[in-house]
């Protein structure tokens, strides 16, 4: 890497006021650096060249280094029916965010911000596309991405991607009273911490518009070949009508509804959609897709 060396130079303030008078709105210092600069400029081509290209890859290889060792995280927020898509680093973990969000909701009035973004003041934002993009990088587990979160406070929601699982979602309370028996004792470490926030947590997952689970997914025996893709009808054994808007899971109607997946067998990879089939109890139907992100 570059060296840096100081040079020092002691001067009586008389003089220097003195010959300050006659720089032209330069100061001393200045005027120096760009003697400095003129040195640098008058040495042989080759010699400067030479150097100069030295000193670009070493802060090229320092900058790439500085990225490689930087972690993110990224937060879509909705409060008050806005809503806000910004990253922060280094990444927030999960445990991190939830005391963040323990010490917002359960702040006295006016002592916190009046809205949840304004506790991160370094958070830079992003496009919903930039969102997604962490979001399947999470995914890879690379360790990059420590954390996204999905924090809607008009649904009193908070959601995280689990880098197995994809997302989970609770209820905010559920979230709080986690974090509270998770930190309550000041002599419990990192790891008990996490380990009694997710105890908590376990088995109060909710099903939420916009982050289905692989936990909540099952799959029927027949899998059929149709145009270049298998096709797998997915079990409807969580609330689809939190997920997908629908009202079949009530004794008020005879609607079902059909889910299915697909596998593009060229591609070698799974459709980014879920087929939707809306069967009601008159004999109508109605068909939709509905788009899958990287979680």
Known sequence: MSQQEEIVLWIDQRWKRAIEKY????????HLENVLDELCNQLPEREYKRISAE???EDTARRTEEEAARTY???HVTERGQEWYFQTSPGEELLDAAVKLRGYVTAEKGSAPDLFIKLFADGHPITAEEY???TALRMENT??????????????????????????????RDVSAAVYHATRSQFASSDDQWRKLLDYLRGKEITSAGHLSARIFSFGDEIIEMDGKLNFYVQTEF??????????????????LNIYANYDIEKDR?????????CKGDGTEENWS?????A
Do not use: P
């Open 143 to 172: 360790g990059k991405v420590r954390g996204v979160f999905d924090v809607n406070f008009d649904k009193r929601e908070f959601s995280a991607v689990h880098i197995m699982d994809g997302w989970q979602t609770w209820a905010m």
């Open 73 to 75: 995280a990224a937060y």
């Open 239 to 256: 609330d689809v009508d939190a997920v997908f808007g629908t009202f079949v899971c009530t004794d008020e109607n005879d609607d079902w």
């Open 132 to 134: 997604n993009a962490l």
């Open 270 to 278: 799974l459709c980014d959609t879920l087929e939707l089939n809306l």
């Open 55 to 57: 000193i670009y890859a």
């Open 290 to 294: 509905y788009h899958l992100n990287a």
């Open 23 to 30: 720089l032209n709105d330069e100061t001393l210092q200045e």
